[in-house]
């Protein structure tokens, strides 16, 4: 699906992802296709399992992949049973060493310009479980506009970012925490898209707004 789409994944600090152990993968969540940038770079990582909402298995191609390669569904609108299925994999990420990818946006950013506020669930399974949070940014997906039905080829950064301890916080310090893994992202997202846009031909056709970048 990759090739039929035209996309290219680039993974940049590759040895975050390998390392063997246990940890909360928080990353920016623009669209269904994120899915395919996972599958691309999966066997690094080896043992990962998703968190996704139960909508996304009906989504198919999507979802059956997902399905398939492990992801978690969680239906939103039965909190006692999202819940017990994440304390499930809670466990697992112990035990397992098997690392945890959340989207803690919670739905799909439209908006290619900043990313949107979190949400405590993955925060606040790290800091229970006391395993580190790695944060991951995938680059702008300048390249599609589903409102105008634009669907180009595209290039897509799949930056992985220091890993942030959750070693004696508890959950007083979620807010804070959940702050500069945000600030970062923030950061390195407005990076990644003045990469990419400078890296595209001076009439390439943007599909979306992108943020404003210094010179």
Known sequence: MTKLFGLRWELRNGHILAEDRGAVIVSNHQSSLDIFGMFDIWEVAQKLSVIAKKQLFYVWPFGLSAYLSGTVFI?????????KQIQVMSDVLVKNKTKLWIFPEGTRNKDCTKLMPFKRGAFKIAVNVQVPIIPVVFSPYYFINSKKYLFNKGHVIIKFLDPVPTDGLTEEDIPNLMNRIFEVMQTE??????????????????AVPLPQTDS
């Open 189 to 206: 997202y407005k990076k990644l898209s003045k990469e990419v846009i400078e890296a595209l031909p001076r009439d390439y056709p943007l």
């Open 75 to 83: 239906d939103r609108n039965n909190p006692k049973s999202a819940y």
